[in-house]
Structure formats: C-alpha cells, structure tokens
C-alpha cells in the first residue's frame, strides 16, 4: 500500500513539476498565479488520496467514517457526540503511523491541559479530540494537507504523506 500512495503522488508531483515552485522563506510570496497553480494541485492531490484511502478502508476489518473535515474516524457518530468549545482545556496524547502501519515514532506526542482554540497540532487531531471524552480513543485517516502537507516534519514525515493517527484524550 505504502508504494500505490508513493507511486501516485510521484506521478501527480511529477505531471505539475514544470508549474511548481517551493517556498520555504516567509520572505518570499506566491504570485498569483503561482497560487493558482498551488490550489490546482493540492485539490488534485487531495481528491488522488480521497480515493487511494477510500481504497485502503475497504481492505480493513475496522469500519471508518466520514468527518466534516475531510478526515475519516474509525467511531460512529462522532459528530453526534458533544463538543468541546474554544478555552476548554484537554490533555491528550497519539501517535503517527504510515499507511502500513509502521509506527514512525517511538513515543507518542503528549499535551497537556492545551487550550482549544490555541493548539499548534493538526486541525484533524484537534477536530476529534473536540468530540473524545477522558479515556477515550479514536484512530484517525488524515490526507496529507490535513497532517504535515508539502512539506513534511523535516523528520520521519515526507512530503505529501497521509498518516493514520491514534489519539487518546487523557
């Protein structure tokens, strides 16, 4: 499975390689047609591994579920479940693993006694843990531009790489 999503995001970077220019610097702006071309390809990647996780769901004893926000969760009814609002405060754990499973770090991220609203994790992992109760668990399937995007951690997270995420409110 981990070589279907490298080969198919290889061949969508490399069919926008000519349009393409990374930015790293805050110095340095997109023009605007740059931005356009940077749209068109993320809502392409997105849409390429919509379909490729869609896919890999299908293989799996596990049932996920469609989140509003583009990520998928392996609890019914989630959103049905209360949410926390902005100023609550949660402590919170998980851990990252590729799509074959492969734990890519050896000790989970923690936070504690986080602000919503005020958190520097992905909008995913902050998303579910809205709707988690203490002690409880969620597995999530996050697309690419929902964990670390274009560019990755500089780590153990490449470029464009979907992540399966584990979460567990403390």
């Known amino acids: 499975m981990k070589q279907l999503f490298y080969i198919s995001v290889l061949a969508l970077a490399t069919s926008c390689a000519k349009q393409t220019h990374s930015q790293h610097s805050e110095d340095q702006y997109m023009s605007e047609s740059e931005m356009e071309v940077s749209k068109k390809r993320n809502k392409e990647l997105n849409t390429l591994e919509r ?5 890999w769901i299908k293989a799996q004893d596990v049932k996920y579920y469609p989140m509003g926000m583009n990520y998928w969760v392996n609890m019914e009814g989630l959103e049905k479940q209360p949410r926390k609002n902005n100023g609550e405060k949660v402590s919170y754990q998980y851990d990252i693993y590729d ?17 919503f609203g005020h958190f520097v994790e992905m909008d995913a992992v902050e998303d579910v843990i809205r709707y988690l109760k203490k002690g409880e668990e969620a597995e999530i399937l996050v697309p690419s ?21 584990k979460v567990k409110v403390l």
Do not use: C, H
């Open 99 to 115: 799509f074959d499973r492969t734990k890519l770090y050896n000790m989970p991220i923690q936070n504690n006694n986080v602000e």
């Open 51 to 55: 379909a490729q996780i869609e896919d």
């Open 145 to 165: 531009v929902l964990a670390y995007g274009t560019y990755g951690d500089n780590k153990k997270i490449t470029n464009d790489m979907p992540l399966i995420i």
